[in-house]
């Protein structure tokens, strides 16, 4: 196994060709510094490069916030690069992490005691702090059992090791393994640090990406930094392979997100009853019986929107709706909230598309 | 001598008959060199894989039409053998996950290490990467997709993930953020009749009567796989002159059947009934919820308004219910009961509103 671990490192090492790389490992920040929006975090992380005391972490927050990249650039800085491999061992969801990994590879690496502190070969002088860390990548999907083993390594080794997990959902990790480490949460990117963010990538790219392009990447991917990097280069991928280059519009954005077009939210809306304020959707007539709402309904289905994308943009049109009462909001919110679950359980999408829109089609003309 | 389904399905990009933009998009990406992840996504019948397909000719020439199938064995944690069919090419390799139930997670994690792990040696190839297309993605369980997650990051240089799946809900986002989603929406009924008009020429014989060819895309539904059969059959049985009668399948037939037992008479006994007809369905493997859904629109079209919206709706519930229960026969009985009592209350006026 740690033969096959040793090897598997090799290839990420080995980038070939910049260009192919993602932008979300190009544009990683490099130190904790780059780090964009965190402030509170890397305040407190910042005194630990200066003190050589590291307690035990434990970072959440939503994806895309910089979880990852904030415990890599530190572990770069405290380290440097040739330190860094012999004394950061990080594992994730695709690594086998069963509680027999725990048991030996994690216990074998924190029992470890540090080798002393060789002189740098890129010139520059690393703190070194006498430990090491290992990184538990999206913890949350680590067995009760699994984290229950880690307690009493995480104690014994104290002295030599530091444990830095990262997860999405704190209340995934058990109470004994959080109460052991400091927690820092992130929390999304608001609008300006993301725009930026964005902007400069886009110049260091060479791109040239409009303000429209900006906001539409910040509203579909709601904070998600990655995401929206992900979005900007395939929409730039796009935009260069056709020839000649085409500038990149917002309706290729929405298109690569998955994002149901805002006119065909619209319509579907005006079909259930709701009558929207601007009036370039005159084509539909207004509120009819079961069988048109049905229909309506199909169609949709046939177009290959995801319904979970679907009724959150509808869920975006009711809630904001300037003429609905506040009763008629309440309960078609709950006909979405109830379709959303059923979705979550694996439910069938179009029977439930057509519950919610019978359900607020009710509940708008009542 | 094939099915025309096979036998006339696009080899490349240029043959596709409808989406012509999408089409344009995947030329330019495969052209580029760089190539992201992919998502396919839409209904079924709608062309994912014959898009894939195609995207993969474009990137890799004709190389990728070799196929072989390779039997692999993984072991599981507590070492139970799985046995898993892989389709590959010598630079791409077509895996279906849900064929091995819940240890999907074991098999997505050896299989993509491995080919991570591995670099082309063929000099003369395009590119340096191989492709992994994971058919059905969004039967993937959720520990098999967190397992890609970070795979999708770290060997980008050696290796493509393309995904195909029926809708994107059941994907986590993390996924879904590291992929180019492509949508493939269902063609129109013009796309369908262009499609079988074209069939038809390479077949050498004429369509008199347009009709024919759209009441067979009406009937169906979006699914060009469905009525590309449907023509190929009618055209064996009448040779299509003059009027047809499309030939539903059998299991429809007879969930129609129930549909109308359940509208004729509201009884105990004919619970009964109904219950050894769905029994019937259910052992000819025919998905509970399928059988549902026809048995529902079926329903609907002859009540009265009043009645639709409410049948729709728990059809709905017991459909979900259905999914996280265990036995669907209970579930399917007791929609058909709650039908029932809903359609006498109906008939004979009885207010049922403080029965929900």
């Not at chain 2, 507590?78 to 791409?92: A, C, E, P, Y």
């Not at chain 2, 397992?147 to 060997?155: D, G, I, N, P, Q």
């Not at chain 2, 004919?270 to 493997?285: A, D, G, I, P, Q």
Request: charged fraction near 25%; aromatic fraction near 6%.
């Amino acid at each position: 196994m740690a033969f096959f671990q040793q090897s598997s490192r090799e290839p990420a090492r080995h980038a070939v060709d910049p260009s192919l790389q993602p932008w979300v490992e190009k544009y990683r920040p490099k130190t904790i510094e780059d780090v964009s929006a965190q402030e509170h975090t890397v305040a407190v992380l910042r005194r630990t490069l200066t003190s050589t005391n590291l307690p035990h972490m434990l970072f959440y927050g939503p994806p895309g916030t910089g979880k990852t990249s904030t415990i890599l650039a530190l572990a770069r800085q405290l380290f440097g690069p040739d330190n860094f491999r012999s004394r950061v061992l990080e594992l994730n969801a695709s690594d086998e992490r069963g509680i027999a990994i725990v048991r030996e590879k994690i216990k074998g690496f924190a029992r470890q005691t540090p080798r002393a502190q060789v002189v740098s070969s890129d010139g520059n002088t690393y703190p070194c702090p006498p430990y090491k860390i290992i990184i538990l990548d999206e913890a949350d999907s680590m067995t009760q059992d699994a984290q229950a083993a880690l307690r009493r390594i995480m104690e014994n080794y104290a002295r030599i090791t530091r444990f830095c997990l990262v997860c999405n959902y704190v209340t995934r990790i058990i109470d004994p393994l959080a109460s052991r480490c400091s927690k820092f949460r992130f929390k999304p990117l608001d609008d300006t640090s993301t725009s930026t963010r964005l902007a400069s990538i886009a110049k260091a790219e060479h791109i040239d990406v409009p303000e429209s392009v900006i906001s539409t990447l910040i509203n579909t991917s709601q904070g998600d930094l990655r995401r929206s990097i992900t979005y900007l280069q395939s929409a730039s991928r796009l935009a260069n392979s056709t020839s000649p280059p085409t500038p990149i519009t917002p309706a290729d954005i929405q298109e690569i997100a998955g994002v149901v077009p805002d006119e065909a939210v619209s319509r579907f809306a005006a079909a259930l009853g709701i009558e929207s304020n601007d009036m370039d959707v005159d084509g539909v007539s207004k509120v009819k019986g079961f069988d048109d709402i049905r229909r309506k309904v199909k169609g949709i289905v046939r177009e290959g929107y995801s319904a979970s994308q679907l009724l959150t943009q509808l869920h975006d049109v009711i809630v904001e709706h300037p003429t609905l009462t506040a009763r008629q909001k309440a309960q078609s919110a709950l006909a979405l909230a109830e379709a959303d679950k059923a979705l979550c359980d694996g439910a069938d999408e179009e029977l439930q598309i057509l519950e919610v829109a019978l359900n607020v089609h009710k509940a708008v003309t009542s | 001598m094939s099915l025309w389904v096979d036998c006339y399905r696009p080899k490349s990009l240029d043959e596709l008959h409808y989406h012509e933009g999408l089409s344009a998009r995947l030329r330019a990406l495969a052209g580029s060199g760089d190539f992201p992840h992919m998502l396919f996504y839409g209904p079924s019948g709608a062309g994912k894989k014959t898009r894939v397909a195609c995207t993969l000719r474009e990137l890799f020439g004709k190389g990728v039409e070799k196929l072989k199938i390779d039997q692999r064995v993984f072991m599981t944690p507590s070492r139970r053998k799985l046995d898993v069919n892989i389709v590959q090419s010598n630079f791409h390799l077509e895996i279906t996950p849900s064929e091995v139930g819940n240890y999907d997670r074991v098999v997505i994690q050896e299989l993509l290490k491995e080919i991570a792990q591995t670099q082309q040696v063929d000099i003369n190839a395009r590119h340096r990467f191989k492709v992994v297309v994971i058919n059905e993605a969004d039967t993937l369980t959720r520990d098999a997709q967190a397992a890609l997650r970070r795979t999708m990051e770290k060997y980008m240089s050696n290796m493509r993930i393309i995904l195909c799946a029926n809708s994107t809900s059941k994907l986590i986002a993390p996924i879904k953020s590291r992929c180019l989603l492509v949508r493939v929406a269902a063609p129109t009924e013009q796309e369908m009749m262009k499609v079988m008009k074209h069939v038809a020429d390479r077949q050498n014989f004429r369509i008199d009567d347009d009709n024919v060819i759209q009441e067979i895309a009406q009937d169906a539904d979006g699914n060009l796989r469905k009525a590309l059969l449907v023509f190929e059959a009618l055209k064996m049985q009448t040779g299509l002159n003059g009027p047809i009668t499309i030939a539903k399948p059998d299991w429809e037939t007879y969930c129609h059947k129930v549909g109308d037992m359940i509208i004729q008479e509201q009884s105990p006994q004919r619970v009964m009934e109904v219950r050894t007809k769905l029994y019937e369905l259910l052992s000819h493997c025919i998905p509970p919820s399928v059988v549902l859904k026809t048995i529902a629109s079926h329903v609907v079209d002859k009540v009265d308004e009043s009645l639709k919206a409410d049948i729709m709706h728990w059809a709905a519930v017991y459909e979900v219910r259905m999914r996280v229960g265990n036995k669907k026969i209970f579930h399917l009985e007791a929609w058909v009961v709650k039908v029932m009592s809903l359609y006498k209350h109906f008939v004979y006026g009885i207010d049922m509103s403080s029965f929900d």
